[in-house]
DNA sequence: GTGCTGGAAGTACGA
DNA sequence: GTTCGTACTTCCAGC
């Protein structure tokens, strides 16, 4: 423990220093590492943060209280364990053969619970590692007896681990490593999901491991550009590299080559340690980046503590029943590292001020956590932020950063009362995305030409407010923060628009001020997107996701208002969906839109899809899945080979295989343009022949468009879903809607407006919010939590596809809301759509869809809703936006008979009604 | 010199 | 068990 406080301390205090101490600790890696291991260190506290239940004060109070101390116990075991742990890691020996565990002892102690389990990974790590490995693996569990538990948390989630352990942490999560340091690990052991995402941040867990691995990893950090250390470390752990796989890999030199494609190998080669190296290399190398990184981390960190702790709390809690150990932090990924290191530098400046307050509270140990991360916000505030040479400073307190802020996996309207966020220029839909290894790619830009622009409607304070920005996942399944990427930030002569990274959960956020004084609009020129390995992301411990193909993201911007009776309303949109990956950009189609969102099984009328790479061989192939991922039916469309054309390809609607559904069905479609080469799946549904569409209506209008329609909806790629699986949320709504109770109905859906938006709302006192929390709780576990347990509950977990569908659904509706895609998506593709949506916005957003409705907070608030919910509770509220909003109804209906679709209809014209009032308003 | 891009090499993994 | 194709990462080079 005491260690661990020095750890804690370090970090944050100077991360200079602290370097000092920690790599005093390391001292063998200690040079490579010192950077990254700083970062650990820092990740350590980090993580502490993470642990969150133990930081957030709020937050962990409140979870203390509902979860249950055991987080707490944890909490403070981990950190110190972490702690521990991590200075543990930092001595090389770590991993190393040594053992050395300087700490060890200690940490033994802290991690002891976890210990136990981990023991058993070791003694897998043992068999997958190599002889060399095992022997440090033993040595490992070993020290695992005190480390391991961090490691062994990674492991033992995911199994993977073994390798994980050290090295997954390193890789992976270096970054989430870092963060958590050990801690993270053990804490949150993976988090998860949620943190995953966040992942990479620093992970600073990973770092222990790292650590282990770092010896080796800061070594295979190669350090290329790092240090030299890697050489070092790199003997040591890494060795195994061998596979390096890349030759040309420099860095590799064994470590990178690990590194790269090493991927998973590495990692998991027994190596997994090694693979610590990964990520260490990772770390080690990105830093390239890194510095903004870097900075971003320290802010991150900073940041994420407040917040994460809910989810991460969430998270813990649930690592700890689950694994016992929960690392929230883990999740951060190497990166973090990197990040770190650099960050050392940066964040010396950032820190510096909070640092060595902190620093003096560096003490603060986890405990000191929330204080800390108080403190860091403060000292945000306090202007220590780099953030520069901004007019807006954000020194400004950020009321909106209280623990009471909904975690970012929830889903929010973009829509409350008079207030509307809404994307006013999309995103292109693709942007590659950068390695930590690669330089910047720039930051996103729009179609135009130019940079998507964001703007909150209604706000007539003159208090400016902080819009964050977070990549977010753009599947069928709820919104939440994406694992493997994270906003990065973009700074230069071209940017514009200030910002500064923090660490939420995770994940790193880009905060960016809306000022009156510029209409409370924002151009987002500041926002980059960088990749996180795979190998690293998925051997984190919470992490279920998985990176292969999974490169698909969106934009998710969130503003908190604070109202004068105490509450903050949060608003959420999510922009279309964004590819990331070089080779999609290339070759996969990408279906931006669709005219037809929903239509009589019948079939036969004309469906325009727009988007990107359609061939004149393209396939439109209709598939409906049952929740356990089945495939109950599929069918190829017809496609109008004469319209191809490289943006938009019109098919026909195919007849359903069930020509007597008394409810609307869902299904998927893609786009083909041969093996392995689809789009995403794009949803459909499939109405009763006999019933009148009211989607239909909206659409009709398109309709008269014939397939010009297309404009019409954009939906977005995940369409989705949301239906079936708001439905389910009904059941959760006690649970969302308790815990947001406090939003209530306001849902109100606005409607709109912003198209992609979605709206939400949430409202967010703290009161409520803790609410939610409790009620939450199990959710909250998860990150999405509250919000995903709720959608699995609908859409019944299984959602399988659909269930994912569904949860997306749900979720996606609000993500779509958020999402863009249909809305937003078209906006910004669609002349049409794009002019509308924002401005327009409400209107437009039919594409809106709904999606971003969402929330199953509205859904809970909202009193139609109420009713709903019995019956489609999400769905409700999501449709309250928009157009788009029907369109949800239409899904949820389908579990739902006509009758509920009258009546939900009728709700939602009431809801959108008072919606457009609010809006406007 | 730095940052942003586009392109492609090399490796791991899955079919 | 081998081969091939795909996806992921890392490099390289040009602007």
Not at 151 to 175: F, H, K
Not at 280 to 286: A, E, G, R, V
Not at 733 to 738: I, P, R, S, Y
Request: with cysteine; proline share 10%.
């Amino acid at each position: 423990m005491q260690d661990t406080f020095c750890l804690s301390v370090n970090p944050k205090l100077s991360f200079g220093a602290t370097a000092g101490k920690e790599r005093c600790v390391t001292s063998l890696s200690a040079d490579m590492k010192s950077a990254e291991e700083d970062a650990y260190s820092y990740a350590p506290n980090v993580s502490l943060s993470l642990p969150v239940g133990m930081g957030n004060p709020c937050l962990a109070t409140q979870y203390h209280t509902l979860q249950s101390s055991p987080v707490i116990s944890v909490t403070s075991c981990h950190q110190t364990g972490y702690s521990f742990q991590n200075d543990n890691h930092n001595a090389p020996g770590y991993y190393l053969p040594h053992g050395l565990r300087p700490n060890g002892a200690p940490a033994l102690e802290s991690p002891r619970i976890e210990i136990t389990a981990y023991s058993q990974y070791p003694e897998d790590e043992v068999e997958e590692s190599c002889s060399e490995d095992h022997v440090i693996k033993r040595g490992v569990n070993s020290i695992v007896t005190l480390t391991l538990p961090n490691a062994d948390g990674y492991r033992d989630p995911s199994c993977l681990s073994p390798a994980s352990s050290i090295s997954s942490r390193s890789c992976n999560s270096e970054a989430s490593s870092y963060e958590s340091g050990f801690y993270n690990y053990d804490n949150s052991p993976q988090n998860s999901p949620w943190q995953s995402p966040c992942v990479s941040p620093k992970g600073s867990s990973s770092l222990l491991s790292c650590h282990h691995a770092s010896g080796p990893a800061a070594s295979p950090r190669h350090s290329p550009s790092t240090s030299p250390q890697i050489g070092a470390v790199a003997e040591e752990g890494w060795p195994a590299q061998p596979r390096g796989s890349r030759p040309n890999s420099p860095s590799c030199g064994g470590g990178n080559s690990s590194g790269s494609m090493g991927k998973r190998k590495y990692s998991f080669n027994g190596t997994s340690y090694h693979q610590t190296p990964c990520s260490p290399n990772q770390s080690p190398i990105p830093s390239p980046h890194g510095s903004p990184r870097v900075s971003v981390t320290d802010d991150n960190w900073l940041v994420s503590t407040n917040q994460c702790t809910n989810s991460a709390i969430v998270a813990a809690i649930s690592a700890l029943t689950t694994d016992g150990v929960v690392d929230m932090g883990e999740g951060i990924p190497i990166k973090t590292r990197k990040t770190m290191l650099d960050l050392s530098t940066s964040m010396s400046l950032k820190v510096e001020p909070g640092g060595e307050v902190l620093g003096t509270d560096g003490e603060l140990c986890h405990e000191d956590y929330p204080s800390r991360l108080a403190l860091k916000k403060e000292s945000y505030c306090g202007g220590f932020l780099d953030v520069p040479q901004h007019p807006y400073s954000w020194s400004k307190p950020k009321p909106y950063l209280s623990p009471s802020l909904p975690a970012l996996d929830w889903q929010l309207h973009s829509c409350s009362g008079p207030y509307n966020l809404q994307i006013e220029v999309q995103p292109k839909s693709h942007h590659r995305a950068h390695y930590e290894t690669e330089g910047s790619r720039g930051a996103v830009k729009a179609l135009s030409g130019g940079h998507p622009v964001v703007q909150l409607y209604g706000y007539m304070e003159s208090e400016p407010l902080t819009l964050q920005l977070f990549i977010g996942t753009a599947d069928d399944r709820l919104l939440r923060p994406h694992a493997f990427y994270q906003v990065h930030r973009i700074t230069g002569k071209t940017v514009s628009t200030a910002s500064h990274e923090v660490m939420q959960s995770n994940t790193k956020v880009l905060e960016i001020p809306l000022l009156p004084e510029n209409n409370m609009r924002a151009i987002i020129d500041c926002a980059g997107i960088l990749k996180l390995r795979n190998s690293d992301i998925e051997l984190r411990k919470g992490e279920t996701d998985i990176g292969r193909k999974n490169t698909r993201v969106r934009l998710v911007f969130r503003v908190h208002i604070n109202q004068p009776n105490g509450r903050t309303v949060s608003l959420q949109a999510a922009s279309n969906p964004i590819e990331c990956s070089q080779r999609s950009a290339q070759e996969l189609p990408l279906v931006e839109k669709q005219s037809v969102d929903s239509y009589p099984a019948t079939g036969g009328k004309m469906m325009l899809l727009s988007g990107l790479n359609f061939l004149p061989d393209s396939k439109v192939v209709f598939v409906e899945k049952a929740q356990d991922g089945h495939h109950l039916w599929e069918t190829e469309a017809k496609v109008d080979k004469d319209s191809v054309k490289s943006s938009t390809i019109v098919v026909e609607i195919p007849p359903y295989r069930n020509q007597r559904i008394s409810s609307p069905v869902q299904v998927n479609f893609y786009v083909c343009n041969g093996k392995r080469k689809r789009s995403q799946y794009q949803r459909f549904t499939y109405l009763p022949p006999n019933v009148p569409i009211i989607k239909t209506e909206p659409s009709d209008e398109y309709d008269s468009l014939g397939t010009a329609r297309l404009p019409m909806h954009s939906k977005p790629y995940y369409n989705q879903p949301r239906i079936t699986p708001i439905m389910p949320v009904a059941d959760p709504d006690a649970c969302l809607v308790g815990g947001y109770p406090s939003c209530p109905p306001r849902h109100a859906a606005m409607p709109s407006p912003s198209p992609s938006s979605s709206p939400t709302l949430h409202d967010l006192s703290p009161v409520v919010y803790t609410k939610c929390l409790p009620n939450s709780p199990t959710h909250a576990a998860p990150p999405g939590s509250m919000v995903t347990p709720i959608q699995e509950t609908p859409g019944c977990p299984s959602i399988g596809h659909s269930a994912s569908p569904d949860h997306n659904t749900s979720l996606g509706m609000l993500h779509s809301q958020g999402s863009p895609n249909h809305l937003n998506s078209p906006h910004g593709y669609h002349p049409i759509y794009a002019n509308s949506s924002p401005s327009s916005s409400p209107v437009s957003h039919p594409s809106t869809p709904g999606a971003t409705a969402e929330s199953p907070f509205v859904q809970a608030y909202s009193p139609s809703q109420a009713q709903a919910a019995a019956s489609s509770p999400s769905l409700l509220p999501e449709d309250a936006s928009p157009p788009s909003m029907a369109v949800t109804i239409k899904q949820e209906p389908q579990e739902l008979d006509q009758v509920y679709l009258d009546d939900v209809n009728e709700i939602i014209r009431n809801d959108l009604s008072s919606i457009s009032v609010h809006t406007h308003a």
